[in-house]
């Protein structure tokens, strides 16, 4: 079993930041990739990021790159996703999830899933 828990969400406005955080326990594994998914309301969840923990590569959704970087603390077992730059349409519920195999872009792929966390960008 491995727990998630997210944090750091909240309200900015467009053009802003926010940090969000992943705190992981239980089972980990150098094996297991940490990937951000995010859903807004009426559409599907979709893919932001991910991260491999063993070797810290690192993918992001088109959509989010070169505004978003996911990065991990090992020690802190945590896993970040900074957002710069947010749009209106970042808005969203932000889940954290743990992944032993299959498609880093794909949610049926993760196993494990923290409880989400809201981000809303005003225009």
């Known amino acids: 079993q491995v727990q998630l828990v997210e944090s750091g969400g909240g309200l900015v406005q467009a053009g802003g930041s926010l940090r969000l955080s992943c705190a992981a326990s239980g089972r980990t594994s150098s094996s297991y990739a940490l990937g951000w998914f995010r859903q807004a309301p009426g559409k599907e969840r979709e893919f932001v990021a991910a991260?491999?923990?063993?070797?810290?590569?690192?993918m992001y959704a088109n959509s989010v790159k070169g505004r978003f970087t996911i990065s991990r603390d090992n020690a802190k077992n945590t896993v970040y996703l900074q957002m710069n730059s947010l749009k209106p349409e970042d808005t969203a519920v932000y889940y954290c999830?743990?992944?032993?195999?299959?498609?880093?872009?794909?949610?049926?792929?993760?196993?494990?899933w923290g409880q989400g966390t809201q981000v809303t960008v005003s225009s």
């Open positions: 991260l491999t923990w063993g070797g810290g590569s690192t």
């Open positions: 999830a743990a992944r032993s195999t299959g498609s880093y872009y794909y949610p049926g792929s993760y196993g494990y």
